[in-house]
């Protein structure tokens, strides 16, 4: 049955913890490329998995290897710099038009990289706990998705919004700072476990 008390809760729980991270960033460079209903729908796709995973799995999800998911999350970050830094420059401004991007290449990148990067996230982690907590997997899961999916709403916007007042190629290298950042951090995670 569906409570509104553990969707409210699941949601603002997961909001804020998601805000920050992976997922709000990769939202915001792929808004900038891609058209932003592609890019949504393969995201929130990866995040219906990955949530329903998480309910699935209930609080098991707590046991895998911590520092194999924190290598894999850091290495994929650190492809996704380099990728960004060795990038040809494109004409200011540009995004790139459907006929170019087809709907499945976009969304299914968008699916891909969140399918990945998220695997084994705190916020996935969470929901499995919230689950497992309130015995509400309806609930829990309509909760987290809709947190999710707004975060990523917001990280696609704001690209979008963003690329009007900042060169593309800016945010494009920011976002590779980033994610060498992240990449390391992960790294280090994994090493320091």
Not at 47 to 63: D, K, M
Not at 169 to 182: D, E, P, R
Request: hydrophobic letters at 55%.
């Amino acid at each position: 049955m569906l409570s509104i008390t553990v969707l409210a809760i699941t949601f603002g729980v997961v909001f804020l913890a998601e805000l920050p991270d992976k997922t709000a960033l990769a939202g915001l460079v792929l808004g900038t490329r891609y058209r932003a209903s592609y890019v949504f729908a393969g995201v929130a796709a990866a995040f219906v998995v990955h949530v329903s995973l998480a309910i699935a799995a209930g609080s098991v999800l707590t046991l895998l290897p911590q520092r194999i998911l924190e290598a894999v999350t850091g290495t994929l970050f650190l492809a996704g710099a380099a990728m960004l830094f060795l990038k040809k420059d494109e004409e200011e401004g540009e995004v790139r038009k459907p006929g170019d991007q087809s709907f499945w290449k976009v969304s299914g990148a968008g699916f891909m990289l969140i399918l990945v990067a998220e695997f084994g996230d705190l916020t996935q982690i969470m929901t499995a706990n919230l689950a497992a907590r309130y015995d509400n997997p309806v609930s829990v899961g309509l909760g987290a998705v809709l947190a999710l999916w707004s975060v990523a709403a917001i990280g696609i916007l704001g690209g979008r919004t963003l690329m009007k007042y900042v060169p593309l190629n800016l945010i494009t290298k920011i976002a590779a700072l980033v994610m060498l950042g992240l990449g390391v951090f992960s790294w280090y995670g994994a090493i320091a476990g």
